[in-house]
């Protein structure tokens, strides 16, 4: 109901909201900043060249002819419309769902969830640990992200304890109809699992479920436009229950969904849908996974993603260990992964570097780790680009 989450929102008056603001380092100030700390948090992450390249990586269809099918920085601005919405009717900080939702999915890989779980094969047999975006979008707003500050240094993202606990809880299916912020004020380094922990804010919560109303009804107004579901609009009325008549798509999805949400919401049974809009997600998600997730041109792909990703891997893996013949044999290659790595590493590092230090150049897994680092930032395009110039002459 409108504004029933007031009294939780995130402002001074919060009993969390010290940690919520808290940053690992103080952020320089210029002395005339007109932003709060979420504004900053927000314009850190939009003026990053990791937020550019989202326009170029796979939401759920590579390399689309359409112009009109969502890319991953769509997805991400849908996201962020969507939590405004519930966040403002509700009472709560529409200036950290607006963070939260913008850098969401910063630590997605090229090509989609396929080029997740390519990644994360690799992660687990070279490093002993899984790659999953959520993680790697905290990784890359903590350790990997810079901008040059107001001295000319390149300097960590450092932002608020708040953004990043969205960025790596905004995860996980929504299994149960209701969804409270846990009260534990933890490390974050200590997830090992998506989903191990609800957010720590309810504008982290309302994120979350932001993501999966986006998706849902965007996938399906996708699908209809490449034509994947020409022989499914039957059963994918009777699903949603529409006559002839009616429309599909994605706006009326989002709205009705929204609409339930926040008038279903409240401090004591939490972020919730009415029974019957719960079961329509359900019903809808079991849906997309049938005819479009698992589309035959959809799983296609899976192959030339794992080529293209493995190929890049292994060719940088071989400078570790065969440094001079493979710069020999792809010079470019070496030359753009090399001046990458001089940011992060304890040898040689560029003047103007007042970044973390994250790898250790003599230790193997760190070499490793690094690899797993630059190809999850890389777009779609870069990724195949790369591949082609390992495999020409």
């Known amino acids: 109901m409108k504004n029933s989450l007031k009294n939780q929102s995130a402002i001074p008056e919060n009993s969390k909201w010290d940690n919520i603001i808290k940053r690992e380092n103080e952020l320089y100030s210029r002395g005339n900043d007109l932003r709060s700390e979420f504004e900053r948090d927000y314009t850190r992450i939009i003026h990053s060249l990791a937020f550019r390249r989202m326009k170029h990586k796979t939401q759920v269809f590579f390399s689309p002819t359409n112009d009109h099918v969502c890319t991953r920085i769509e997805h991400v601005i849908l996201v962020e419309s969507i939590s405004n919405t519930i966040a403002e009717y509700l009472g709560l900080n ?58 000319q240094k390149l300097q960590n993202l450092n932002l608020t304890y708040g953004v990043r606990d969205g960025i790596i809880s905004h995860c996980g299916e929504i299994d149960e109809n209701s969804l409270k912020p846990r009260d534990e004020y933890i490390d974050l380094d200590d997830y090992n699992y998506p989903n191990q922990y609800n957010p720590y804010t309810w504008e982290g919560c309302v994120v979350k479920i932001a993501d999966k109303i986006a998706y849902l009804g965007r996938d399906i107004q996708d699908a209809i436009t490449t034509g994947i579901l020409d022989r499914n609009l039957k059963e994918l009325r009777d699903t949603m229950n529409l006559s002839e008549e009616d429309s599909i798509n994605n706006g009326i999805i989002i709205s009705n969904l929204i609409y339930d949400l926040c008038e279903n919401s409240n401090e004591k049974d939490g972020l919730r849908f009415s029974d019957k809009s719960f079961e ?47 710069t020999k044999k792809y010079p470019e290659i070496i030359k753009d992964f090399e001046k990458w790595l001089k940011l992060y590493w304890n040898h040689d590092r560029y003047n103007g570097c007042e970044n973390k230090v994250i790898f250790n150049i003599e230790k193997e897994q760190d070499f490793y780790q690094a690899i797993i680092y630059y190809i999850s930032g890389m777009t779609d395009n870069y990724a195949i680009d790369m591949y082609n110039k390992i495999i020409s002459f």
């Open 280 to 326: 329509f997600i359900k019903k809808l998600k079991d849906f997309n996974y049938k005819y479009i997730y698992k589309d035959e041109r959809l799983q296609n792909s899976t192959t030339y993603f794992e080529i293209v990703i493995t190929t890049i891997y292994n060719t940088l893996k071989k400078y570790y260990i065969e440094k001079e013949n493979t």
């Open 94 to 151: 529409t200036k950290l769902t607006k963070a939260i939702a913008m850098s969401h999915d910063i630590g997605h890989s090229p090509f989609g969830h396929q080029g997740e779980r390519i990644l994360s094969e690799i992660s687990k047999k070279d490093i002993g640990k899984t790659f999953w975006h959520e993680k790697n979008g905290l990784e890359m707003v903590d350790k990997i992200i810079l901008l040059e500050d107001n001295k």
